[in-house]
């Protein structure tokens, strides 16, 4: 891996990239990949990636990530479709 590391850079350097263009790139396609295997997940994704939840959302709005393609489309059903047991109980 090193190896092709180093070949990527070379690649990147005698192609005139500007070190904040290469940094920009490898932040959003690194990202990109966690959100991808965690379907869009963003707690989880900051999570495998070391970092607070706000801080993702706030790197994502910056590269302009669009994480709802990579969500899988289902979502949390209502309370009201819930089953009883997995509701919190209220404190008296």
């Known amino acids: 891996m090193k190896d092709q590391l180093e070949a990527l850079i ?22 990109l ?28 709005s910056e590269l302009k990530i669009d994480v709802r393609q990579l969500r899988d489309g289902t979502r949390r059903p209502p309370r ?3 089953p009883a047991f997995l509701e919190r109980k209220v404190a008296r």
Do not use: D, P
Not at 13 to 27: D, G, H, P, Q, T
């Open 33 to 60: 990949t966690v959100l991808q295997e965690n379907k869009g997940n963003q707690c989880r994704a900051a999570r495998e990636l070391g970092m607070h939840r706000n801080t993702l959302s706030r790197t994502i």
């Open 10 to 31: 070379m690649q990147m350097y005698k192609s005139n990239i500007l070190y904040s263009e290469a940094v920009r790139e490898f932040k959003k396609r690194f990202i």
């Open 80 to 82: 009201s479709a819930r």
